[in-house]
């Protein structure tokens, strides 16, 4: 059980435990627990979208549009509900849930984005790569101040998370100093 201290430059949770002093990335320890809820609640019951009160449209060059009718199937399967709107204009009418709060232009053009990067044999699926972005944009960010409670609750939920030490790219989540090495730092121990 790790007991908050504080957090460090707004990105970083100091946290103590037993085995010594805990740097947690709040991004990507937040990240991590995004990706495994929705992945969980999507294998119980699938996307749970979040319809816009405004559709917005967004405008896409002919790669970009190209790139998204390739993969609006799969795009639909998570929870967007995106339609053509003329040539090369689209119109979002629904979202994941989990980016509820966000901006969905900017989430779809990132998407978009990672899937330019192609998807070589033996890659991840498009599926896949669409939920680690989803879950990217709608983790809190690295700048952002947490509260107490709010950096307590992330370690808490992370303590039972599946895979704590890595977001879902494979970045760390966490960097442990045990208690030994800090003595050593500090010439304690020889």
Do not use: W
């Amino acid at each position: 059980m790790l007991r908050v201290i504080g957090q460090v430059a707004a990105s970083y949770i100091v946290a103590e435990g037993p085995a010594g002093l805990y740097l947690v990335d709040q991004h990507a320890a937040h990240e991590r627990l995004l990706y495994e809820q929705f992945m969980e609640a999507f294998e119980r019951q699938g996307a749970v979208a979040q319809q816009a009160l405004a559709a917005q449209t967004i405008q896409l060059g002919v790669e970009e549009a190209h790139l998204l009718m390739a993969n609006i199937e799969g795009l639909r399967t998570l929870g967007f509900d995106i339609e053509p709107f003329g040539s090369n204009t689209y119109v979002v009418r629904s979202v994941p849930a989990i980016l509820s709060d966000k901006e969905p232009i900017g989430v779809i053009q990132g998407i978009l984005e990672d899937l330019s990067k192609g998807n070589k044999p033996g890659q991840e699926r498009i599926e896949d790569k669409i939920v680690k972005r989803v879950c990217k944009s709608a983790a809190v960010k690295a700048g952002q101040i947490l509260s107490l409670e709010q950096m307590q609750g992330l370690l808490r939920q992370l303590e039972r998370a599946q895979s704590p030490l890595t977001c879902p790219h494979g970045r760390p989540t966490l960097i442990h100093l045990s208690s030994e090495r800090l003595e050593r730092e500090f010439g304690r121990l020889v």
